[in-house]
């Protein structure tokens, strides 16, 4: 019969080993333990008022080498690291598409209107935290460095790390509580947006003064990422808004095949250069929607 001496849990097969060649059934296996215990913790969380994305942060944290994965036995079988990579390519495609929709809803009218106020709460929003980081890194540096490498580059990683908005959690919890169209959601998901651009550049200078490279890495990847802002601003979205146009969507006609070809290679190539360019992947799909 074909496929009979296919290796199986009935030949004696490890269900979950896993196999770079055949990482499906691990996948799945750890899918569904994530999407059971976030599922779980978010019953009881939830009575607490808390959105379901506190539930996932807890989840990965039990899930992880804090709790769980300290285990040996749980981690090489379950979570070993060989397949910890096809958790994190779903996990960050999932991401790109998840923010393309929260682009997508937010109104531009309204950001317009609240750009001044969002940059200054932006501006807030790094200054203070870099400061308190600055601040906490002279008493971390011998206990964490036991004074090895250079002060300048961990004071820089540790405000850095302070200033940087978990952009993609702010959107889920304003998406769950419907404020993402409300004046102050789209002040709070500008604010975050320039925030996190300004603080990946940051850590691009980090990195770069770490790697003995030149500073003016980060002043590069600023400027290519505002160059590839400006760009679909007033180069693709007129052409992007002429072809929906023509072929009716903005009219109510329902989308094509090639409008939605045209919409997910826009996302992705946008999500491959801020990627490239040293800025998150999810910031390129953010930028389409």
């Not at 590069?220 to 601003?233: E, P, Q």
């Amino acid at each position: 019969m074909a496929g009979s001496d296919s290796p199986s849990i009935i030949s004696g097969r490890n269900p979950i080993k896993f196999s770079t060649s055949d990482p499906l059934t691990l996948f799945i296996v750890q899918l569904l333990i994530i999407v059971c215990l976030c599922r779980f913790l978010h019953f009881f969380l939830k009575r607490l008022y808390q959105p379901s994305v506190i539930s996932e942060i807890i989840g990965g944290i039990l899930l992880g080498p804090t709790a769980l994965s300290r285990w040996k036995a749980f981690a090489d079988n379950v979570f070993p690291k060989a397949s910890l990579v096809n958790l994190n390519l779903v996990a960050n495609f999932g991401l790109v598409l998840f923010l393309f929709m929260v682009g997508l809803e937010l109104d531009p009218r309204m950001l317009k209107r609240n750009m001044s106020r969002g940059i200054a709460i932006s501006a807030a929003g790094i200054v203070l935290p870099f400061g308190l980081g600055v601040a906490v890194s002279y008493a971390l540096y011998s206990i964490l460095m036991h004074s090895e490498g250079k002060f300048v580059n961990f004071l820089l990683f540790c405000g850095v790390a302070m200033a940087i908005t978990a952009f993609p959690v702010l959107a889920r919890i304003l998406t769950e509580r419907n404020l993402l169209k409300t004046t102050v959601g789209s002040m709070c998901m500008s604010a975050a947006a320039v925030d996190d651009v300004v603080s990946w550049c940051l850590l691009a200078l980090v990195i770069a003064l770490t790697n003995n490279s030149s500073g003016l890495t980060a002043l590069w990847v600023f400027l290519a990422g505002l160059g590839w802002v400006l760009f679909v601003i007033f180069a693709v979205r007129p052409v992007y808004l002429w072809y929906l146009r023509r072929s009716g969507v903005l009219s109510g006609r329902e989308p094509t095949q090639m409008v939605l070809f045209v919409t997910f290679m826009m996302v992705m190539v946008s999500a491959f250069y801020t990627d490239a360019i040293g800025i998150h992947a999810i910031f390129g799909g953010f930028l389409i929607g």
